[in-house]
């Protein structure tokens, strides 16, 4: 018994354009450079808040441990608006 191939059983690639060679558009830019710099701003931010407890306490005449919350309660507005702007963005 001997095989026969037609032709049209062999397909030969079709060269397509596809969208991943295109460059970006420029409102992915824009939304990566506004996603970027809100994370550096949250980390200076935070960075701002942990220098500031020790002035916080002598200014307000408040004992480390209670300044503190100032911290634990930034870091928590924090944690509840991450995933927002993860959404958002």
Do not use: C, F, K
């Not at 295109?22 to 830019?29: A, F, N, S």
């Not at 408040?62 to 911290?71: D, F, G, K």
């Amino acid at each position: 018994m001997r095989l026969q191939y037609s032709s049209a059983a062999v397909s030969t690639p079709m060269t397509q354009h596809s969208d991943a060679d295109e460059p970006l558009g420029r409102e992915v830019w824009v939304v990566a450079i506004v996603v970027t710099v809100g994370v550096i701003m949250s980390i200076l931010d935070t960075t701002i808040v942990n220098v500031a407890l020790e002035t916080l306490s002598r200014e307000l005449d408040a004992s480390l441990n209670t300044i503190q919350w100032v911290s634990t309660g930034y870091m928590l507005a924090l944690a509840v608006v991450i995933p927002l702007t993860g959404w958002m963005s």
